[in-house]
């Protein structure tokens, strides 16, 4: 095995530059993404032994399977030349890690603020998908969001063209900082991962810059300092149960503690038209106590919640009293049937003459060019399982893997919503995402439209970053429905 001081050098036909060894420890990097040795081996096409060859460095790792290594791990050559933090995706929020960028980075806005709408700071904001949906509505204006990793914050600063995207880790952002540089926020809305979210302390008592604080005291730190009408804490429904409950009670009590009133509730974005199911914990909070008036759902969805006995309560879903007034649900051949077919390894750039249904219309959104239409290009194995894949692992021939969760290696549904996207969508062997009827996984469009992007939603950086940009995103409905419920209450 190489030492961490020794060089490799890695050659492509359009690269040739020194990488630490220790930077590219395949069986490190396959553990944080949480893949088994056989399960990884089966994806890159090659023999379990000869993979364990390569992890303990007795085996050459050549360039072409290096690619595909990253290609399944969702990484790229920049992450490792760059020697990016790879501790990531521990948290359970969505849109942000904890590592420590290696300095601060502004993108300046490049359009003029609207005087007449109102203002909104998406804190932990990710590509800014629950912030566009705000400005969806018209009535709202992102004028600044906050995140570590610069691919997403230059996603969000692209489609949030009147907003400043403050590159740097919250805790050393001071409150002050975002109140000279931008208008003073009428919402605040943010989604911090919950990691530490059980040492949290009275909020009274935090300091900028305190290094104990966690991601959820900043969060709240910003909101008792810019002091918005509103504040829009959304979060995995996990952090209902987390530490039996006391969790979700301090921050919601937090957010009292500063002079807000809060309601929570568990929304299903299917059950507002997105075709896919997903669920988000989201506690809304209101400075001048008005009660917040929460969507009611416009489309019937038949699912199984995540959300636990204990706490029905928070959850808004359909009923039988609802079903004469509430739609069927959004399918995925709603929303994709109109893109072209792809085999695996190929790519579309142009619309075909498919009818688009109407949510395949309003999801293009007038859109002229077709992008990230380029499917996966799988193994020989792997087409072979694909081609023989059902609704889940159970279907397949008994042999034919090894392992892998009841959902791996299983083709979607195209009569129904998709189940929840993971950051792993163009690859069989981490969830459900093989096409309902050709033989691949989803594209990076398919992903987006299932997410709820317009196709006009500009993505930036690699294939592999904007896989896992729409995989993190909060769908754009949710933060619209929300908005649109924020503007009835107020």
Same mark, same amino acid.
């Given at each position: ?19 630490? =060894?220790?930077?590219? *420890?395949? +069986?490190? /990097? #396959? ?11 089966? %994806? ?120 400043? =995207?403050?590159?740097? *880790?919250? +805790?050393? /952002? #001071? ?11 009428? %919402? ?124 029905? *309560? ?177």
């Amino acid at each position: 095995m190489h030492s961490e001081t020794t060089p490799l050098i890695v050659k492509s036909d359009d690269f040739k530059y020194p990488v630490m =060894a220790k930077m590219f *420890d395949v +069986r490190l /990097l #396959r553990q944080l993404g949480r893949w088994k040795q056989r399960d990884l081996a089966q %994806v890159l096409g090659i023999n379990v032994h000869e993979l364990m060859k390569i992890e303990r460095g007795l085996s050459e790792l050549e360039a072409p399977l290096k690619k595909r290594i990253l290609t399944a791990l969702a990484l790229n050559e920049a992450d490792i030349a760059n020697n990016e933090e790879l501790l990531r995706l521990r948290e359970c929020g969505e849109g942000y890690v904890t590592s420590r960028p290696e300095g601060q980075t502004t993108i300046p806005r490049t359009e003029a603020l609207v005087s007449d709408k109102r203002p909104v700071i998406d804190l932990f904001c990710g590509v800014g998908g629950f912030s566009n949906g705000f400005e969806q509505t018209g009535n709202f204006q992102v004028v600044a969001g906050i995140d570590l990793l610069g691919d997403r914050l230059a996603t969000f600063s692209l489609n949030h063209r009147a907003a400043n =995207a403050y590159g740097q *880790d919250i +805790r050393e /952002l #001071r409150s002050d900082t975002i109140d000279d540089e931008n208008p003073r926020p009428f %919402v605040i809305v943010g989604g911090p991962p919950c990691q530490g979210f059980s040492s949290i302390r009275p909020f009274r008592n935090v300091e900028w810059n305190d290094p104990r604080n966690n991601l959820a005291e900043e969060f709240c730190r910003i909101v008792d300092d810019l002091r918005p009408e509103w504040v829009v804490f959304e979060n995995v429904v996990g952090l209902i149960t987390h530490s039996r409950g006391q969790t979700f009670s301090a921050v919601q009590s937090a957010f009292e503690e500063i002079g807000y009133r809060t309601s929570a509730k568990v929304l299903n974005a299917a059950n507002y038209g997105l075709p896919q199911r997903r669920e988000r914990l989201v506690i809304v909070g209101s400075l001048k106590g008005k009660a917040f008036k929460w969507p009611q759902p416009t489309h019937r969805v038949d699912q199984r919640s995540m959300v636990g006995n204990k706490a029905r *309560d928070l959850l808004i879903s359909t009923s039988r009293d609802l079903f004469d007034d509430t739609l069927p649900s959004v399918t995925i051949d709603d929303a994709i049937g109109d893109l072209p077919e792809l085999e695996a390894g190929e790519a579309a750039t142009e619309y075909t003459n498919n009818v688009p249904s109407t949510y395949g219309e309003f999801i293009r959104n007038a859109a002229e060019k077709l992008t990230l239409h380029e499917a996966t290009a799988h193994s020989r194995d792997m087409l072979k399982i694909i081609r023989l894949s059902g609704a889940n692992i159970y279907a397949l021939p008994p042999g034919l893997v090894s392992s892998g969760f009841s959902s791996s290696y299983s083709r979607l549904n195209g009569s129904e919503p998709s189940v929840t996207l993971t950051v792993n969508f163009v690859h069989p062997a981490s969830n459900r995402c093989i096409h309902p009827y050709q033989h691949r996984a989803l594209t990076p469009r398919e992903g987006a439209r299932l997410q709820g992007f317009f196709d006009t939603f500009s993505f930036s950086g690699s294939r592999s970053q904007i896989v896992k940009q729409i995989g993190n995103a909060v769908p754009p409905v949710l933060g619209k429905k929300i908005a649109e419920a924020i503007l009835d209450s107020d």
